[in-house]
């Protein structure tokens, strides 16, 4: 009679298990979505741009942002070592680097 007893209480204890589970899922799917989850905030958009003699235009589509002639140098390219004579520039999928221009004869 004991394992009668056991077994049932076994599986009273899996129904009512079943059933707070049950009573969860049914809590967190009434809930409203913005009760879930924070909406992020919205950003502010962007009305001003800074600019210095590297930039032309302000930014807006009548005047987009561009490069001023003079504004990239070797200097700002941020190379291992400035560039010789005649060399051009090369990514390798680690850095910039200048090199020396392969020529080839068809």
């Known amino acids: 009679?004991?394992?009668?007893?056991?077994?049932?209480?076994?599986?009273?204890?899996l129904a009512a298990a079943a059933i707070f589970t049950l009573l969860c899922a049914h809590h967190a799917a009434a809930q409203?979505?913005?009760?879930?989850?924070?909406p992020a905030p919205t950003?502010?958009?962007l009305t001003q741009v800074?600019?210095?003699s590297t930039l032309t235009g302000d930014g807006t589509p009548a005047?987009?942002?561009?490069?001023s002639d003079g504004a990239v140098a070797a200097a700002?390219?941020?190379?291992?070592a400035p560039p010789a004579s005649g060399q051009v520039l090369t990514?390798?999928?680690?850095?910039?680097?200048?090199?020396?221009?392969v020529v080839s004869w068809r």
């Open 1 to 13: 009679m004991k394992s009668t007893s056991s077994r049932s209480t076994a599986i009273m204890i």
């Open 32 to 38: 409203s979505p913005a009760a879930r989850s924070k």
């Open 43 to 45: 950003p502010t958009p």
């Open 50 to 52: 800074s600019t210095d």
């Open 63 to 67: 005047s987009p942002l561009g490069l």
């Open 76 to 80: 700002k390219l941020n190379t291992p």
């Open 91 to 101: 990514y390798s999928g680690g850095g910039l680097s200048w090199q020396n221009p």
